[in-house]
């Protein structure tokens, strides 16, 4: 049996915990990401850089970034605000 912290267990509607996601930060430019459950991806701001979740698992190796618009980036931001 696997026993691990009751906060990083608890998930922030994406798979991963925000414990997690507040101490992640961009491979590429080092600065913190950001959860965006719409896209259930962590966005680096900074570069404009999306890093997808999958099965609750943060992707974040460079190869499996998808760069994103500066539109895109407003309109995540738009709907994470409004949520």
């Known amino acids: ?41 962590l966005i680096s701001d900074s570069i404009g850089v999306s890093y997808p979740i999958v099965d609750g698992i943060p992707l974040l190796v460079p190869t499996d970034a998808k760069i994103i618009d500066a539109g895109d980036v407003k309109d995540t931001e738009e709907r994470d605000s409004t949520a």
């Open 1 to 41: 049996m696997v026993r691990g912290s009751g906060s990083l267990l608890r998930c922030a509607g994406v798979g991963i915990s925000t414990t997690l996601a507040e101490i992640l930060v961009c491979p590429l430019s080092k600065q913190p990401l950001r959860l965006c459950p719409k896209t259930n991806s």
